[in-house]
């Protein structure tokens, strides 16, 4: 490297078509020897049995399965437990065998199969197996987006137990008068703002923790989008909202977490939008149809369901399915970036920005 910028003349360039990643299915099989390998492998000095599960397309740096999300299974034998780790990018978990206690920040969480919890960027995580069998948990982080910006963070403790330190709560500055206080934002004209370099330091913040969405209190609501009548033209899912995120809609600031509930025989309106999805399918069967090509699924299969900007939709086998979906949606508004188109034939919408698109559910409630 010569140290000189590379000028590139970009004189009357048009725009191209993004390129998209082929979709791919990781399948039951393949992710139940992961667990049985690991599980067999011997235990690492911090007690993390893990395996990233990267798209064939992927480069360095930012290994994921989408390029800004990674999807790691996470092993522990009865009676084993991490070290502390914490990292500036922010997950979300599925546990898909077994049960355990998850120490995330302030919040401890007993969980069982299939329950979902997010943890913050920065809070300190430790996962205990007190149980009998084996636990085996499914990840999600914007990992990738980080590494590729150079700017991924992590560390951990010394060794299993050396943790009380990593819990004890933030110096916070004592109440009263902050720096920012005495630095005011300066309006302009036009609606424009001054703001001093206080602000920047010292932003105003959300409070975010830790949240559980138990499967025994998320299974019951999901009939009330599982019945919903033929015709609907919206999709049968809760998103697991996490408040802090805001008008991003997300479980994470980058990502959001659904649940989907579907009664067989469903074909989805084929649809895109620039955030990129992956779905865990953990009950029944179905087919997908992305870019145009048709892949078959079932229950314990993990797909790439929807590269940013590809076409595609899902349809239902007979007996429905159930599948947990991660998408960077919120990153997306975060970044004025989310452009969707709900059929083929509806324009173009920057989500977050325009009023987006509407479903007719109200039409159905009252037929």
Known sequence: MDGRAKLIDVTGEKPEAPETWPSIVITREEIESEIERLADEARPENGVRSVNLVHPLATTPGLGLTPGIDAR?????????????????????????????????GKTIDFVERDVWNAPSMHPVLYTNAGSELQARLTFSNRPMLEKLMVFYAEQADAIGDEES??????????GPRAKDSAPIVPIEDGAFLMPYEHLVDPDTVTN????????????????????????????????????????????HSFFASIASYPGGIVDRPHRHSSAAINYWFGGSGRSTVSGEKLEWKAGDLMLSAPGWAIHNHASGPDGFYSLT??????????????????????????????????????????
């Open 209 to 252: 923790e830790a949240l559980l969405w138990p499967w025994r209190t998320v299974e019951p609501k999901l009939a009330n989008v599982r019945m919903i009548g033929d015709g609907y033209t919206g999709r049968r899912l809760y998103i697991l909202y996490n408040p802090a995120t805001e008008r991003r809609n997300g479980t994470t």
């Open 73 to 105: 299974i996470e092993v522990l034998k009865p009676g084993e437990s991490t070290v502390v780790r914490r990292s500036n990018s922010a997950s979300v978990t599925m546990n898909i065998r077994g049960s355990g206690r998850a120490r995330i920040g």
């Open 166 to 175: 990593w819990f004890q709560p933030l110096d916070e500055i004592a109440a």
């Open 326 to 367: 991660i998408q960077d949606h919120p990153l997306m508004i975060a970044q004025e970036s989310l452009i969707w188109q709900e059929t083929m034939k509806d324009p173009i919408k920057n989500l977050g920005t325009q009023i987006g698109f509407q479903t007719n559910i109200a039409e159905l409630a009252h037929s």
